[in-house]
């Protein structure tokens, strides 16, 4: 595709699709024309030229002068269709659709592997940060040692509101999607599935995994109340949607996406609003921190159009972690929570290798302890009955072992029975 024209193809005119249209006016050097825009509804009122409308997905993915697709629709199913499609055409694609990445992961990346084209998508975890080149590109030959970022700007958005400013959580979200930020079906924001979507698109690019929702812990924000936050607040913590992968000593990857107190000097910590932050430690580098807006009409549309000036240059993903040394996925791990309950009839005391530490207070109980990675995995007890489960900082523990010496010792020197 070098020093030849993009003519695009533009799937979706929300959020994102409007931005995009209007940042590409702005950016006439990069000589890239949207030819025509295929959206769902043709009764909307739109801010560009009705000529380039259409509802006929034909009309983009059969044309033979357009020679890029630009995906940003809210549809699942049609967008792998679109993908698919597009490629079998003979054209690029570019998409801002985590969840339809997600979930086609390996049918796109075989696809993709068959015709040769391009096929970006860096808008899809944390929008204007450019964290998947970074993981290709960067970070290919250095030992990385794990990841923690907060990729969903709606849900970051909303704790910072309901914290900081007072508001309810239906009027946080409601805020959150006025601006834009959160998805069609915000369940999929708050229930943490969009970021469990953008988890599994980093691990394929940090470690070369791939891997779907279904083995991945992951829970959103619906739990978490008023007393958290309180409890957070007393101990000088903030609470984040935290997407973590960390390697272990044995090579394998720990990942979930849990809800985490972070301390006052962690850089998730000052991360508010819609914004997004990944700290990516490494061997030689020790930690890095990249920070941006992870959701909104330009910030995302940034991210796409530098999808779309990379094709100049006929810019493709090579998965070399994924085609070279890919790494495994465990659930042989340890995490260090806290837990808030009503009964302790609700909490299976026995799943846990320790409880450390037991509070009540007016509004219920919590306790801090830990518990292997599959007993949270396997069951729900800590997501029903209000019951609310957030990872305390340093969360993951690889070994048990220590921590059992520990107590012996404590138990032989009669500080503990
Ligand atoms: N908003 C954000 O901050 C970010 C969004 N994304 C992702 O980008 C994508 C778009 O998001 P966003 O712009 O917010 O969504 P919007 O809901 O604002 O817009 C979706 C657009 O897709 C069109 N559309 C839906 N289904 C079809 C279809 N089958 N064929 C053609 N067009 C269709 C809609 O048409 P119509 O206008 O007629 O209804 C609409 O123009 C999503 O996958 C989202 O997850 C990624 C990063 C950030
Ligand atoms: N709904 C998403 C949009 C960007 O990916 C979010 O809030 O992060």
Excluded at 67 to 92: P, Q, W, Y
Excluded at 94 to 102: E, L, N, T
Excluded at 309 to 331: I, N, W
Excluded at 345 to 356: A, H, T
Aim: hydrophobic share 40%.
């Amino acid at each position: 595709m070098n020093n030849k024209k993009l003519v695009i193809g533009l799937f979706g005119f929300g959020v994102v699709g409007e931005g995009l249209y209007k940042a590409l006016q702005q950016t006439p050097t990069l000589q890239a024309t949207i030819k025509k825009i295929c959206i769902k509804d043709p009764g909307k009122k739109r801010a560009a030229p009705a000529s380039l409308f259409t509802t006929d997905r034909d009309e983009l993915l059969y044309d033979p002068e357009i020679n890029v697709i630009v995906e940003v629709i809210n549809e699942a199913d049609a967008a792998f269709h679109i993908a698919s499609t597009a490629f079998l055409n003979g054209k690029a694609v570019v998409s801002a659709s985590k969840k339809m990445i997600a979930e086609h992961l390996t049918k796109l990346l075989e696809l993709q592997r068959q015709v040769d084209l391009p096929f970006l998508y860096e808008a899809a975890a944390c929008a204007s940060i450019p964290v998947i080149r970074n993981l290709e590109e960067y970070y290919d030959n250095d030992l990385l040692h794990g990841i923690r970022a907060i990729v969903n700007g709606s849900t970051n958005y909303i704790l910072t509101r309901m914290f900081e400013d007072k508001l309810t959580f239906p009027e946080a979200l409601l805020s959150a999607q006025s601006l834009g930020f959160a998805e069609k079906d915000p369940t999929l924001d708050v229930q943490g599935w969009d970021a469990a979507h953008k988890c599994c698109i980093l691990l394929m690019h940090a470690y070369g995994i791939i891997t779907s929702t279904d083995h991945l812990l992951f829970n959103g924000i619906q739990n978490i109340s008023a007393q958290d936050a309180k409890v957070a607040g007393e101990k000088g913590l903030g609470i984040k949607l935290v997407a973590q992968a960390r390697k272990l000593r044995s090579g394998k990857i720990a990942a979930c996406v849990l809800p985490q107190f972070v301390q006052a000097s962690d850089s998730l910590h000052f991360v508010r609003n819609e914004f997004n932050g990944v700290e990516i430690e490494s061997h030689f580098a020790d930690k890095q921190f990249f920070y941006g807006k992870g959701a909104g009409s330009f910030p995302t549309a940034s991210a796409v159009l530098s999808d779309i000036a990379a094709l100049r240059y006929d810019y493709k993903y090579e998965y070399k972690k994924l085609h070279q040394a890919p790494a495994e996925l465990t659930e042989e791990y340890y995490l260090k929570v806290y837990v808030r309950f009503q009964h302790w009839k609700d909490i299976p005391k026995q799943k846990f290798e320790s409880i450390d530490e037991v509070h009540e207070d007016g509004k219920g109980k919590y306790l801090t302890g830990l518990i292997h990675y599959k007993e949270l995995k396997n069951s729900d007890w800590w997501k029903l009955n209000h019951t609310s489960l957030i990872l305390l900082p340093d969360a993951i523990e690889e070994s048990v072992e220590i921590r059992k010496i520990k107590k012996r010792s404590l138990e032989l020197g009669g500080v503990v029975s």
